[in-house]
């Protein structure tokens, strides 16, 4: 191999990987001549017993004995070794060689026979191969063939002179036959390496983030179960962005790949020791904590990072901002698999979500029996036929100025074969965890046209829509499309959404809910005073519709407060040009308290139930008919 100058030839030829290899590949070449050289010394052994007596039979037996020894010795007990370096191989076969260097002259210095000079050539040759290394093989043939002269120097002119043109080409002979051998182990060697060094670039391609150059998830589950079966004590953290896919959809996957390598090497800069950070999805990430840390420093660790998370990313003339969340679960007190710490830890990352965005929770092992009911569901979702199981009921919002119900809210519902009927709750937030909720949605929307198309046209259809639906386009897109399909008005069809839906991705929502609008269909801002900042949202969404939250219309008949708020809310929507609904209106004297406000729209058990759709027919065909609606009323209200 030519090297580009003598540094690189030096650093080529000491490189320690190569030397080890080198070692591994010459070992079986000694340990092959060693075998017969055993053999052969023991035969010669046996010689001297039959043809020497007295000190000189003590003197040869114990060379070639001791020679047969040491060869056993090297072959089975030094050379066995995976951890043989080359120096040692080197020494092993110059003692190798030496002693057979040792055997023939001192058979020749006693018993001088002309003949028998062809050893040193013949032991020339197999010292070219024995050797190892180049300095060795130079050092055994060297003494081999100058020993070979000396003998040879006391015979006539003529044979000296023969000898030496023998010494020649052995020289020759040994030599050539030594650089064929290394060459051809060099190149395998080489060829070795360098299969080597691709198959481990490729293992650290296999584990590696191709985007954020951190552990990818094959990598993270391998260091994982690694864990598991050392027995050693770790916390796992996923941690979940909120905010990004608005901003990746928003400004770009090219925006969205550098803030996920921001937030990456942020993370990683805070040089936390032992924590090993990983990416499992797409903006989801996990953090490995080895040791026996504390419940409460895992819960500090976690939020040390979402806060580091969360501050501002500038990018040109953009500065951006992100949330997280995280859920963490320990081993092995959670749990013994990685499956299971994962689906522990992912379940907690929901609660996190669902209860409290931008903290961190810890599994809680008394939820082991509801995340054994929550899996049941997700399992259930997979597998179910959900277009069968899953249906609608309808509960109406009544008019009190028209004195007839103008329109009813879809409600979902599932009724399980292996579950039987499931709370709507769990099973919105179980798709909503696994992922399912679009396709719960689309099942769901789609019976609630079918239902809407044989109302009649003054009657409209209130739909929910979840945080991950309003975060998806393509799906809104979809939902647009059967509208258009179904020949039904989108001015009928209108979309309730909460606070908690569009607040992480409020950008993204506010385009979808735009086009929405557009479109013709309504948009009402669910649950309105149930949270923190509900009047912002007024301003930031393009709204049809408010309906106020039952927390405040249930107490209206006994706190001045309650009427207060609930008057100023309808104040303000009629003002801003907004349909108001008053939510969970269930008793006659909150009805009467509020008829004096002169409410736009109600809805509550007073006026409804949940009923199915042949039921919620009859209600509206009954409209034209005071008794028949009075005489329905009471009997749902029951």
Not at 321 to 349: E, I, Q, R, W
Not at 573 to 592: I, P, Q, S
Request: charged share 20%.
């Amino acid at each position: 191999m030519k090297m580009a100058n003598p540094i690189a030839a030096y650093n080529y030829w000491v490189n320690p990987v190569r030397r080890q290899a080198m070692a591994t590949a010459y070992s079986p070449i000694l340990r092959g001549f060693l075998l017969p050289g055993i053999f052969y010394y023991l035969y010669v052994t046996y010689s001297h017993w039959q043809d020497e007596t007295g000190l000189t039979l003590v003197m040869f037996a114990s060379i070639s004995f001791t020679t047969a020894v040491c060869y056993y010795l090297m072959r089975q007990h030094v050379l066995v070794s995976e951890k043989l370096t080359l120096e040692e191989l080197e020494l092993n076969g110059l003692i190798a060689n030496l002693l057979m260097y040792l055997n023939v002259v001192s058979y020749l210095a006693i018993h001088f026979e002309q003949s028998k000079l062809i050893y040193f050539a013949l032991m020339a040759v197999v010292f070219s191969t024995t050797g190892v290394t180049f300095r060795t093989t130079l050092l055994s043939v060297g003494l081999s063939l100058a020993t070979l002269y000396w003998f040879a120097s006391g015979l006539p002119p003529e044979l000296l002179a023969q000898y030496v043109s023998i010494g020649v080409a052995t020289t020759f002979a040994a030599f050539g036959m030594a650089m064929l051998l290394r060459k051809a182990i060099l190149k395998q060697i080489d060829a070795r390496m360098l299969a080597d060094e691709l198959a481990a670039k490729a293992q650290r391609l296999a584990d590696t983030d191709m985007l954020t150059g951190i552990p990818n998830r094959r990598a993270v589950f391998q260091k994982i179960d690694y864990l598991i079966s050392q027995r050693r004590p770790f916390w796992m953290g996923i941690f979940d962005l909120d905010g990004f896919k608005s901003i990746n959809d928003i400004y770009g996957h090219i925006v969205g790949d550098k803030l996920l390598c921001a937030i990456i090497e942020r993370a990683s800069s805070m040089e936390i020791p032992g924590v090993t950070f990983g990416r499992v999805g797409g903006d989801e990430f996990i953090a490995l904590s080895p040791g026996n840390l504390s419940e409460e420093s895992a819960a500090e660790l976690g939020a040390r990072v979402i806060e580091a998370i969360s501050q501002p990313y500038p990018f040109a003339l953009l500065n951006l901002t992100v949330g997280a969340s995280a859920g963490f679960s320990h081993f092995p007190t959670m749990g013994d698999s990685s499956a299971t710490l994962y689906d522990k830890a992912d379940y907690a990352l929901y609660k996190a979500k669902a209860k409290q965005r931008g903290r961190c929770f810890m599994f809680d092992v008394a939820e082991d029996k509801e995340m054994e009911q929550a899996t049941a569901i997700e399992r259930e979702l997979r597998e179910g036929d959900l277009t069968r199981e899953l249906f609608l009921l309808f509960q109406p919002q009544y008019s009190p100025k028209l004195q007839r119900v103008v329109g009813f809210e879809a409600l979902a519902r599932w009724q399980s074969p292996k579950l039987g009927l499931v709370r709507p709750d769990q099973f919105i937030c179980a798709a909503e965890r696994s992922g399912h909720i679009s396709k719960v949605t689309g099942i769901l929307f789609k019976k609630g046209l079918e239902t809407l198309a044989g109302w009649p046209e003054n009657i409209s259809l209130s739909f929910n829509l979840s945080g991950q639906d309003l975060s998806n386009r393509a799906f809104i897109m979809s939902l647009l499309g059967q509208i258009m399909r179904s020949g039904i008005s989108p001015s009928r069809i209108e979309f309730e959404i909460t606070e908690t839906a569009v607040m992480t991705t409020l950008d993204l929502s506010r385009s979808l809910l735009t086009e929405l609008r557009a479109s013709r269909c309504k948009i009402a801002l669910d649950n309105f005073g149930s949270g923190y900042s509900s009047y912002e949202y007024l301003d930031q969404l393009p709204l049809d519709k408010v309906k106020l939250d039952r927390s405040f219309v249930s107490k209206v008949s006994q706190s001045v407060t309650s009427r207060e708020i609930v008057t100023s809310v309808m104040q303000l929507c009629a003002r801003l040009e907004l349909r108001c609904v008053l939510e969970g209106v269930e008793t006659h004297d909150e009805m009467t308290v509020l008829s004096e406000m002169e409410p736009d729209l109600i809805q509550g058990y007073l006026f409804g139930r949940p009923m199915t759709s042949a039921a919620a027919m009859q209600m509206i065909n009954a409209q034209d008919n005071p008794v028949s609606v009075e005489t329905g009323s009471a009997a749902l209200s029951a």
